[in-house]
């Protein structure tokens, strides 16, 4: 069965360093997302992405992070400066468009920002 | 804008003793109604959905919801409950008007299990 994948599983970094979160979502579908888990929190929306553009995004999602899909596969999310409080479970998801919403997701990246 | 709440944060059920897990939400018009299980570790598993149609759904692993409009809620339910079932659960909510809108999560709900 197709599956989103994530890289890394596991990132730590030093404050104020840039990272990149990998995702390829499933092949055929259309939108992408990124979505994060503060420990023991719930799980928060930050962006949407289709047509190769931003389609929505949260307040969370400020100037510090930007999303591409840099070729036909593979959906990134930049942290260009990262905080402590950016520590958390990353997850990208990816959605086929027609009769179902069903959004899969990855596994998820575990951020540790020191 | 939607949002959806889990009023139990934990929930103590012995093995072979039912489960029900609350959800609520709020959402002008009939939402898409999602549970997803989370493990220790690991990411979000589908439990089942709903979008229209029988307003009882059967998702995985012997789970079921039942969406009641009149109280905007969409409980999970389980007849017996197994040990391997311990995770935390998550209720969420999406849009109609927009496949590209974002699900919107409930504060999750801490199963644990009792030999």
């Known amino acids: 069965e197709p599956e989103v994948t994530q890289t890394p599983s596991h990132q730590v970094t030093q404050m104020g360093q840039e990272v990149i979160l990998r995702c390829v979502p499933i092949?055929?579908?259309?939108?992408f997302y990124w979505y994060r888990q503060i420990l023991g929190q719930k799980v928060e929306f930050l962006v949407s992405?289709?047509?190769?553009?931003?389609?929505?995004k949260s307040e969370i999602f400020d100037d510090q992070f930007s999303v591409e899909r840099p070729d036909g596969s593979n959906f990134t999310l930049k942290i260009r400066s990262t905080k402590l409080e950016d520590s958390a479970m990353y997850f990208c998801?990816?959605?086929?468009?027609?009769?179902?919403?069903?959004?899969?997701f990855g596994p998820g990246t575990r951020l540790t920002v020191t | 804008a939607q949002s959806v709440t889990q009023p139990d944060i934990h929930i103590t059920v012995s093995e072979g003793a039912s489960l029900e897990l609350r959800c609520n939400y709020s959402?002008?018009?009939?939402?898409?109604l999602f549970w997803y299980v989370q493990s220790p570790g690991q990411g979000l598993q589908l439990l089942l959905k709903?979008?229209?149609?029988?307003?009882l759904v059967q998702g995985i692993k012997g789970f079921e919801a039942e969406f009641k409009r009149s109280q905007s809620s969409f409980n999970l339910r389980k007849p017996s409950v197994h040990w391997s079932d311990a995770a935390e659960y998550f209720c969420?909510?999406?849009?109609?008007?927009?496949?590209?809108?974002?699900?919107?999560f409930g504060g999750g709900t801490r199963l644990m299990v009792k030999p």
């Open positions: 959402y002008g018009a009939t939402p898409y």
């Open positions: 969420a909510v999406g849009a109609r008007n927009n496949a590209g809108n974002m699900l919107t």
């Open positions: 709903y979008f229209s149609g029988d307003t």
């Open positions: 092949s055929n579908h259309l939108y």
């Open positions: 992405f289709y047509n190769n553009e931003i389609s929505e």
């Open positions: 998801a990816s959605l086929q468009t027609g009769s179902s919403y069903e959004q899969y």
